[in-house]
């Protein structure tokens, strides 16, 4: 068990469950337990079968008349009718709106009543229901097809009355939001018979257009039959077919209309869609904040990675170079010709010792004496001398040829005859013209320096040896 709660913990998550997902909800059904206290409440359950729903309707959301249905905002042609809350009995089938909660000193939940009529639908609440059934079951009322509305849009085509607070509320609201944004407005009525076709004219027309992001239908609160011009199926069939999303803010958070169903996304009111269209301008600096701040990190983090790739390229650079090769083989030869030297002294030495031992042997087996035998020894020595000292000759030879030819190997040796290493686009050697090209900027390596220089033309032909030259000239003399 991750946690054990309290009763009043319990109940207190209950009650915002309840309320947030019932904030106001319609729900019919049978008088039963009714009660009239002193205070003036009415207390009474609503029962469908066995199902039971305490109600409480306080005295002061009840009225001593009503002029109009509170329901379908149809009004009376009879004139004012009492309040049903002075009439209310038990066995009574009534219709009730109002919010759901949590009751916490009995742990049950409730309805807390604002308005209440006897079962029975006016003419405006069964068209309401048959268009809705009528046009849900053609897929106007489908998830699938709505679109999403631009965040932050920058030009918005705005349908409702150039008048009234509505208007006014939504302008007001967006001038405080968003990053500054064009507001087209499209004035037409929002009531009365002539509103349905002028609000589906103005739709189609802001679609035909298409210089709008997004198009807005606001009114503001009013009896349902003062809403009644936006459950109208033309105005349903203009935003379903509409090339723009279409945002709707239809009355109050109570409302709700055919228009609010079929549009991309309904506003709970006017000024809601104002703030659904545009965010808070510190939100939007707080975003430029962030996007500056990432931006900075993320150009840190390129120069890093380049700079750390330069570094490991000027490293290979270098081990790949001319001169790096050279230094490593003079190392090598200075090694090898240091250890030359020592090689022959221990050579000669050892052979020096193996002749002594056998002058000695010699000595003991012929005597001292064989005169031929130590001319014949005397003769064998100086033969060995000789040819080790040529031995020792040749090789300090063949030393000196590696010399000259590791020197004559040197990329900077024909630059002290007046030669010249060219130098092209990243400092690679330019061996042919197809290297270059004009305006290539070039670095010529001298023996005493660098110079730049700008190619000004590259002509791929062959330069003719010194010798072809003087060849005619040779020929004529040696010619009779």
Known sequence: MDSIFSVREL????????????????????VTNLSRPSSGHVYFSLREGDALLGCVWFAGRQKSQERF??????????????????SLE?????????????????????????????SGQGRWYLAFEELKRSLAARGYF???????????????????????????????????????????????PVQGEDAPPLIAAALEEASLQGWAQVAVLIRGGGSLQDLWAFNDERVAR???????????GVGHDIDHSIADFVADKAAATPSHTAQLLWPERRICAQRVDDAETALAEAAARRMAHSLRLLEDQERSLALLSPSA????????????????????????????????????????????????????????????????RQRLTLAEHSLERLFLRLAALSPHAPLERGYALIRGREGRLVRSVSDVATGDMLSLDVRD?????????????????PSHHNAPAQRAKESP
């Open 449 to 465: 320096g660098s110079i730049a220089a700008r190619v000004i033309s590259a002509v791929n032909e062959p330069v003719s040896s």
């Open 90 to 118: 038990n066995g009574q089938e009534i219709v009730c709106a109002g919010r759901l909660s949590v009751y916490g000193p009995r742990g049950a939940y409730q309805m807390i009543v604002d308005l209440a009529r006897e």
């Open 238 to 248: 203009a935003i379903f077919a509409s090339r723009l999303p279409v945002l709707t």
């Open 142 to 188: 489908d998830q699938s097809r709505k679109r999403p509305i631009p965040d932050n849009p920058r030009r918005v085509a705005l349908i409702t009355a150039p008048t009234g607070a509505a208007v006014r509320d939504f302008i007001r609201i967006a001038s405080d939001r968003g990053l500054g944004s064009t507001i087209r407005l499209y004035p037409t």
């Open 69 to 86: 249905d509170p329901l379908t905002g149809e009004v009376w042609e009879d004139g004012p009718r009492p309040s049903l809350a002075l």
């Open 11 to 30: 109940t207190e998550r209950l009650r915002q469950m309840v309320e947030q997902r019932f904030p106001y909800a319609w729900v019919r059904g049978e």
């Open 325 to 388: 090769r050279l230094t490593r083989q003079s190392e090598r030869l200075a090694d090898a010709a240091g250890r030359l030297a020592p090689a022959l002294h221990r050579l000669l030495r050892e052979r020096q010792a193996g002749l002594d031992t056998a002058t000695a042997a010699l000595a003991r087996i012929d005597g001292p004496d064989s005169p031929e035998r130590r001319n014949s020894l005397e003769n064998s020595i100086l033969r060995f001398e000789a040819a080790g």
